[in-house]
Each structure stands twice: as C-alpha cells, then as structure tokens.
C-alpha cells in the first residue's frame, strides 16, 4: 500500500492517466470514496491514458459505460444507484470482468462480493486542501502494476 497525495484535479486525473498507460488487459480498479472525492477524474485520466476516443461524462445514470478505439477498451461503472446485486449481471458487470480490458468500478465498495479478488483498490479521501489516495494491489497480478504506478 502507498500514499499519493493531489493538490488540484489535474493531478488525480494525470494518475489515472499514468495508470491508464501501464494497464494490461484484465485490469480492474476498484475507486472508493464519498461524493465529490475524485472518483470520475482519476477514471477520466485512466481513458486519457488508455487514449479512448469517446468523451467520459459522469456515468452515473449509465451504469457500465464501454470506452473504445484506445490501446485496450475500457469500462467505467458506477455502482452508486444500484441496490441489488443481481441488477449487475443484467448490466453486463460480470461479462466486462471477464474482458480482456481495463474495468474502473466507481463506489466498488457497495459490492464487495463482485469484485475481482485480484485488483488495484483506490480509496479517495478530502483532506485539508486535496484529496489524499491510497492504492493498494489485492492480488499478485496487480502488485507490480501498483509498484510501476507508485515509483
Ligand atoms: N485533488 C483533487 N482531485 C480530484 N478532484 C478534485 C481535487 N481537488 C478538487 N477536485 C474537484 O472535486 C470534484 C471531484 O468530482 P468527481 O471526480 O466527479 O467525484 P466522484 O466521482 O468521486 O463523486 C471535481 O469537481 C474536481 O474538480
Ligand atoms: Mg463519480
């Protein structure tokens, strides 16, 4: 686990954007933290990074949004109006998971028991002026792609 702390939006989103650059194909990150906390900046930097072609809005009332035409596709989902677990399988979560792509799951943490056991987790937290991120590998396949994006 490290410390990462941003003073402004364009340094989250240059993370993600960072991150986006060193996905492999089967990524998935897990963005936890309250509204407001950075989540869809740092998965709009990941698309940048990714160099998707379509715009990233919010995807909070599409619930998996695909991105393609960038080096691997990628997923952006937000989990925040979902009530029931089921509903994810109907939204195509299960299928994306299995995707060779990149997935980033916005408010992951409502779910626990749905995500990947191997993935990249990134809690986003206000502080003082910035937010400070924590990120972490839960698993082997994402430990040194943890390490390249923290070094
Ligand atoms: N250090 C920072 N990192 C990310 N966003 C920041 C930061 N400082 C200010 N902001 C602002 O906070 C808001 C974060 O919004 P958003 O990414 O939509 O949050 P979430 O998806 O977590 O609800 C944006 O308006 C952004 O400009
Ligand atoms: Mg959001």
């Known amino acids: 686990m490290w410390h990462h702390f941003t003073n402004t939006a364009e340094e989250t989103f240059a993370l993600g954007e960072r991150l986006g650059a060193l996905a492999f194909p089967g990524t ?3 963005l936890i933290g309250d509204l407001g906390a950075g989540k869809t900046v740092f998965a709009r930097g990941v698309g940048a990074g990714l160099k998707v072609c379509t715009h990233m809005a919010s995807p909070t009332f599409v619930v998996v949004h695909t991105h393609e035409g960038g080096r691997l596709p990628l997923w952006h989902a937000d989990l925040y109006r979902i009530n029931e677990e089921e509903e994810l399988e109907q939204l195509g979560l299960y299928d994306v998971l299995d ?16 995500l990947p056991t191997d993935r990249l987790e990134i809690t986003l937290e206000h502080s003082a002026q910035g937010r400070a991120l924590a990120v972490r590998a839960t698993g082997p396949r994402h430990e040194a792609l943890s390490k390249s994006l923290g070094g």
């Open 28 to 30: 998935a990150v897990s």
């Open 99 to 114: 995707a060779d792509g990149v997935v980033v799951i916005e408010w992951a943490e409502r779910f626990p028991d749905v």
